[in-house]
């Protein structure tokens, strides 16, 4: 299994707070990647990055944003969490642009 | 954007029975996976396929990317077999894979 470990498994918050979830590998892989998944939605894009503090937008970035300060970890931050945001959030990399994609765990988030 | 459309959406079979899932997308691609999510929600990256045919046991993956299409083949399939099966594409020049809606399994004992 890819060393891919997600923090925390759980969450519920309340509306309007800041929230950030934490994605860290031991791979050494140069992308990673923030995928929410919604009922009806399939796996959506976030944000990723491709090396240290660099990032960019997926198709559903709003609301989020991200940090990348070393290799190993990639933060998901919620500026100020809605009620929109509960989903499954999934932590990916990669190693490069032609190698296998591979999950964490996932971070069940609720907003209430 | 490119767009990935899989079929069929649901599928229930019995224990023992072969299945073919099929991915049609609207771009030409440098990068298609395919990934099982179990019951428990756990993501496995079965295949990386761009093009061609690769086997891995019961399940083999076959990707005509002139036609823009791949197929994910399960024979003899088990319980453990259930879930839904992803496809994902990655658009030539880009670096974020774009994902299908996805196919449900159901295998019944």
């Known amino acids: 299994d890819a060393g891919i470990t997600q923090s925390p498994r759980h969450k519920v918050t309340e509306t309007g707070t800041p929230v950030t979830l934490r994605c860290h590998q031991t791979?050494?892989?140069?992308?990673m990647y923030w995928y929410r998944q919604d009922p009806g939605h399939g796996l959506r894009l976030i944000h990723y990055?491709?090396?240290?503090?660099?990032?960019d937008k997926g198709e559903v970035s709003d609301g989020y944003s991200v940090s990348r300060s070393k290799t190993e970890d990639f933060l998901l931050t919620l500026e100020s969490a809605t009620s929109s945001q509960t989903s499954v959030y999934f932590c990916?990399?990669?190693?490069?642009?032609?190698?296998?994609?591979?999950f964490g765990s996932g971070t069940q988030l609720s907003v209430l | 954007g490119i767009q990935v459309e899989q079929s069929p959406p649901d599928l229930i079979l019995q224990e023992g029975a072969n299945s073919t899932l099929r991915c049609n997308f609207s771009?030409?691609?440098?990068?298609l996976q395919w990934f099982h999510q179990n019951p428990w929600g756990q993501l496995i990256n079965l295949f990386y396929?761009?093009?061609g045919t690769k086997q891995n046991g019961r399940l083999s993956a076959t990707t005509v990317a002139t036609e823009r299409y791949s197929l994910l083949y399960i024979s003899s399939s088990q319980t453990t077999d259930s879930g839904v099966y992803f496809c994902?594409?990655?658009?030539?020049?880009?670096?974020?894979?774009?994902f299908g809606q996805g196919t449900r399994l159901t295998i019944n004992p």
């Open positions: 990916a990399i990669k190693g490069s642009l032609e190698e296998k994609l591979f």
């Open positions: 791979e050494n892989h140069r992308y």
């Open positions: 990055s491709y090396g240290v503090k660099d990032t």
């Open positions: 771009d030409s691609v440098n990068n």
């Open positions: 396929i761009p093009s």
């Open positions: 994902a594409v990655d658009v030539q020049g880009a670096q974020k894979l774009v």
